[in-house]
C-alpha cells in the first residue's frame, strides 16, 4: 500500500490514533531558532517500502536558517523527503535563502507538525540515543539518529508570515485543511508592537522596499503568482493575520496539488466590523483633537481622558478611524471606557448595519462594552456609532504597564468580526495623571487647566 503525502491512509487511522500522543494546541519551540529534524515515516506496516523522509521545520525563521538547514540534510538521500514547516515566521532574508535551498534540492513541502510514534521500540531507543548526545556533536549527527525514529505527520499547524515563502521553496505544496497559511505585511521588526507610534527615518523606507523587491522577485522564481505578495502587503500590522482561504493557496499558486482537498470555509480573519470611537468625552464644549500616535491626556469637556486614536482599516484598506478614551471610574476598582467610530459608508449592506458588540481584551482580560449609539451622517458619508462601559482598572493598568502591551478591539456586526491591535505608547507615562485626576472631588476636576502642544490638548 502506498501512502499519501502525510503518510496515513484511512485504513490506518485507528493505528496512528493509538501509536500518537496527546497533541499539544502550540509546539513549544515555535520562539525558538527554526530546527532541522529528520524522521522516517511510520508505522512502517503502512507504508512499507514507500515510507518517506520527514525533515520537520519547526521555529523562528532566522538569517542562519539556511546554513542549518544545510548541516542537518548534508549527505542524506531525500530524493523522498518531505518539509514540515510549523512555523510563526521571522527573517525576511532567512526565509528567501532557507526557500531557495529547499527547491535546490526540490523537496516537497508541506504545512503540519512532525510528531513521532509513541510505539516504536527503534524510535525510543534513538531518543535515549539523542539525550545522551554532548556539545560536541553535529547538527548532521544529530540528524543521522533522528532519520531513525518513526513519525507521523499532524496536519494541524500554522504557517505564518515568512513561513508561506519558505513553504514556496517546495517543488510540489501542499496545505492540509486542518492547517493554516496566515500572511501579513513586512514590517519592521522593532516597532510591530505599536506601528502607528513609531517613526520612520528614509533609510527605513528603503530598507523594507528592497525586502519587498526581493520578495517578488523570489516569488516569481518560484513559479507562483504575485498575487501572494499582493495579498500580504493588504495586511497592516495592526490588524490579525490573513488566513488565506482554499480559493487563494489556488489561486496564488502556493498549493500546487490541493484536488483532494475539500472546499472549507475561510478561516481567517473574521470579516470587517468597524471600530468605534470611544462613547462622548465631551460634554458640550468644544472637543479637543486626540493624538494619532501616542495615549495622552486631554480634557474634553472638563472630563479628564487618557485617550488615543487609531486607523481603522478592512485588510489594509482605510475606511475610517476611531477613538478610544478612558476616564475616571465610579470607584478606584474601574474606569470608564468609551469608543468612538467613524467608518465611511460602503455599498456593502453589511457594514452599514449598527454594531451589535465591542469587546476590547489585553493580556489575559476582556471587557464588553455597550453598544450606545449609531447615527448616519449622509454628508460626509459616514456611520458613526459609539460604545461605554465600565472596566477594571486592573485591565487598564496591566496595558499601561512596563514594557510594550497592545488592546485588541473586536467589533461585530450581523456575524462580521472585525479585529484590530493598537499599542500602549504613552499610557504608560499618562495613565498616574488620570490616576491623580480621579483622586479629586468632582467639581475640582472640571478645573482641569488646557494647554495646546502640537495642535494637542493635554491636561496638566
Given at each position: ?224 503568482s504575485i498575487d501572494l505578495l499582493d495579498l500580504a502587503l493588504r495586511i497592516p500590522p495592526w490588524e490579525p493575520l490573513h488566513t488565506m482561504t482554499r480559493n487563494e493557496l489556488r489561486r496564488t499558486r502556493l498549493a500546487t496539488d490541493d484536488a483532494a482537498a475539500p472546499p472549507v470555509a475561510a478561516a481567517a480573519v473574521a470579516p470587517p466590523v468597524q471600530a468605534l470611537p470611544a462613547a462622548p468625552v465631551t460634554s458640550g464644549l468644544r472637543a479637543t483633537p486626540i493624538n494619532e500616535q501616542r495615549w495622552a491626556m486631554v480634557d474634553r469637556g472638563g472630563i479628564a481622558s487618557l485617550a488615543r486614536r487609531h486607523p481603522f482599516t478592512i485588510e489594509g484598506e482605510p475606511i475610517g478611524s476611531f477613538d478610544l478614551a478612558v476616564a475616571c471610574g465610579a470607584d478606584a476598582d474601574s474606569f470608564e471606557l468609551s469608543y468612538v467610530e467613524r467608518r465611511t459608508i460602503t455599498d456593502d449592506t453589511r ?110
Open positions: 500500500m502506498r501512502c499519501s503525502l502525510l503518510g496515513a491512509s484511512g485504513a490506518v487511522v485507528a493505528l496512528l490514533a493509538a501509536l500518537v500522543g496527546a497533541l499539544p494546541a502550540k509546539a513549544g519551540d515555535r520562539t525558538l531558532p527554526m530546527r532541522f529534524e529528520l524522521r522516517r515515516q511510520g508505522p512502517a506496516e503502512s507504508c512499507g517500502i514507500a515510507c518517506k523522509t520527514y525533515i520537520a521545520a519547526s521555529g523562528a525563521i532566522t538569517a542562519d536558517s539556511a546554513r542549518d538547514f544545510i548541516r542537518a540534510v548534508q549527505g542524506r538521500d531525500l530524493s523522498d523527503a518531505i518539509l514540515v514547516l510549523d512555523s510563526d515566521g521571522g527573517s525576511v532574508l532567512g526565509a528567501i535563502a532557507l526557500g531557495r535551498e529547499v527547491r535546490k534540492l526540490r523537496l516537497a513541502a508541506t504545512v503540519g507538525r512532525v510528531v513521532d510514534l509513541k510505539g516504536d521500540v527503534v524510535g525510543r531507543a534513538a531518543a535515549i540515543d539523542i539525550a545522551k548526545d554532548n556539545a560536541k556533536d553535529t547538527a548532521k549527527d544529530n540528524a543521522e539518529r533522528n532519520a531513525d525514529i518513526a513519525a507521523v505527520v499532524s496536519p494541524r499547524a500554522d504557517c505564518e508570515s515568512m513561513c508561506a515563502f519558505v513553504l514556496l521553496g517546495g517543488v510540489q505544496r501542499t496545505v492540509p485543511p486542518e492547517a493554516r497559511v496566515m500572511v501579513h505585511q513586512i514590517w519592521l521588526g522593532d516597532r510591530r508592537d505599536d506601528p502607528t507610534a513609531a517613526t520612520y527615518s528614509a533609510e527605513d523606507l528603503v530598507l523594507v522596499q528592497r525586502d519587498i523587491g526581493r520578495l517578488a522577485q523570489f516569488t516569481a522564481e518560484m513559479g507562483a457594514l452599514s448595519a449598527r454594531p451589535d458588540s465591542v469587546s476590547l481584551r489585553t493580556g489575559g482580560a476582556r471587557a464588553r462594552l455597550a453598544v450606545t449609539a449609531s447615527q448616519r451622517h449622509d454628508g460626509p458619508g459616514e456611520l458613526v456609532s459609539s460604545a461605554a462601559g465600565a472596566v477594571p482598572a486592573a485591565l487598564i493598568r496591566e496595558f499601561a504597564g512596563p514594557g510594550s502591551h497592545s488592546m485588541v478591539i473586536e467589533t461585530s456586526r450581523k456575524g462580521l468580526v472585525t479585529i484590530i491591535r493598537i499599542g500602549n505608547t504613552g499610557a504608560q507615562q499618562s495613565l498616574p495623571r488620570l490616576i491623580a485626576s480621579c483622586a479629586k472631588p468632582i467639581g475640582a476636576r472640571a478645573d482641569l487647566t488646557v494647554r495646546k502642544t502640537g495642535g494637542l490638548a493635554s491636561a496638566q
